[in-house]
């Protein structure tokens, strides 16, 4: 998400900054581009236009020619239009006065709603709540089928009423069995269309009347660009919509619909979604998003996922081995696996501060995802017991024998154990300097 946005405005600033005092002639230059960069970016035509007048605006006045850092300030006032252009702060979801809360989706076909479902039921149900999903898609072939079994994969009840049902009488229904068994929420996953038409809406506009939903949000598919921002408009003219879904974000390194479905509509961005793995949707965060658009980092979601998945215990455990010195190899790997559950390693690496635009180049991508970490875990497997438990005794003869077992090179195996020894080293760094708590489990120190 956002990464050729990111890149392009990344070096915009770090052209900026090696100017030092900044003529009126520069910051127009610099607008110039950041206004090219939204623009190759998808976003609104009308949206860049407004976004760079207010930088500019803020740019060319005192705040920026009278400080001792101009390019830092102009980054900053970016960052701060940033926020505001995505919403300003996180969009929370509304609820019911009492239970059940009943949340609508509404969409187009194939925008990923009934995906989108199953992820905002297993939210719920992972903050504690007694979700339930209603099959309302009868038209779309085998879509109640997916959702029972979205459903029993994340242990969700889902009320169906097959082919047969009509979708008004299903959602009402849905809603009555949230009532009389004390759900908490229910998610009614409603039928897309190819296209918009006067039957869906229609459709859509009953059955809002009769669950009376507390939410109703569109799913919309964020690799479509400026389409997503014309279906968002022509759903709320019809339909009431609270708020927005974007799916497929991990599909769009652009982010022109993220950037510009907010300004256009009026309607906050509440959750985004990527990929089709079973995990809960993440709360959208404008301020986070900004940060990480310039290159900032986004160390807050990176420690809320580190503590979701990491085992505070095993945590503990491995501290008090790097304690002893005797973190081994075995347990580098399994640091490598639990990575590996918060996203893609080069994700995760662009969360951090000043690391993003080293995590967007393929070379350390291919490094760190995929056949990178696939190589490192042959490497690791390849070694005796004794080799894993004390790397240190890995000499020449053994790291041939190691290249030749896992189908590397030497250089490969010599890599490895150079990586090893500096994760080692970082997290003994950690360990004893002032972390949050979940980057320091995350590391296992």
């Not at 269309?193 to 598919?221: F, G, K, S, W, Y």
């Not at 959750?271 to 160390?299: K, N, T």
């Amino acid at each position: 998400m956002f990464e050729s946005l990111s890149e392009r405005l990344q070096d915009v600033f770090g052209k900026l900054g090696r100017r030092g005092r900044l003529r009126e002639a520069d910051v127009d230059e610099a607008v110039r581009e950041v206004r090219m960069a939204l623009l190759e970016a998808d976003v609104n035509f009308r949206v860049a236009r407004d976004f760079v007048a207010a930088v500019r605006e803020r740019a060319v006045g005192r705040e920026v020619t009278e400080s001792v850092t101009p390019a830092q300030q102009v980054v900053k006032i970016v960052h701060d239009n940033l926020v505001q252009l995505l919403g300003g702060g996180a969009a929370r979801l509304a609820a019911a006065p009492r239970p059940p809360s009943v949340i609508l989706l509404v969409g187009l076909q194939g925008s990923g709603k009934t995906t989108a479902a199953a992820k905002l039921a297993l939210a719920f149900k992972q903050r504690g709540g007694r979700p339930l999903l209603v099959a309302a898609d009868v038209y779309r072939p085998a879509a109640v089928d997916q959702l029972q079994t979205l459903g029993a994969q994340i242990d969700v009840p889902v009320h169906a009423q097959g082919t047969g049902g009509q979708p008004v009488q299903i959602a009402a229904r849905g809603r009555e069995l949230g009532v009389s068994n004390a759900h908490s929420h229910v998610v009614v996953d409603t039928a897309g269309r190819v296209q918009l038409d006067e039957a869906m809406m229609d459709e859509i506009a009953q059955m809002h009347r009769a669950v009376d939903p507390v939410e109703t949000l569109l799913v919309a598919d964020a690799t479509t660009g400026q389409e997503a921002v014309n279906v968002a408009q022509a759903f709320h003219a019809r339909t009431p919509l609270t708020g927005l879904i974007l799916t497929k974000m991990d599909g769009d390194a652009r982010g022109g619909a993220a950037l510009s479905i907010r300004a256009v509509t009026g309607i906050p961005v509440k959750f985004v979604g990527a990929g089709e793995r079973i995990e809960p949707l993440d709360v959208f965060h404008p301020d986070r998003a900004a940060s990480r658009i310039l290159g900032m980092g986004d160390v807050v979601t990176l420690v809320e996922r580190a503590e979701a998945v990491v085992d505070e215990q095993r945590a503990q455990e491995l501290h008090a081995k790097l304690r002893k010195a005797s973190f081994g190899l075995d347990d580098f790997l399994e640091q490598l696996e639990q990575v590996k559950k918060i996203g893609p390693l080069s994700q995760v690496m662009g969360m951090l501060p000043g690391m993003s635009a080293m995590a967007n180049t393929r070379d350390v991508q291919a490094a760190l995802d995929g056949d990178g970490l696939r190589r490192s875990e042959a490497i690791i497997l390849s070694m005796t017991p004794q080799e894993r438990s004390k790397p240190d005794i890995i000499n020449g003869s053994r790291r041939r024998r190691i290249a030749r077992g896992s189908g590397v090179t030497v250089y490969d195996v010599n890599q490895l154990l150079s990586q090893f020894k500096q994760a080692r080293q970082l997290m003994q760094m950690m360990s004893s300097g002032r972390v949050p708590a979940g980057l320091r489990n995350l590391l296992g120190a």
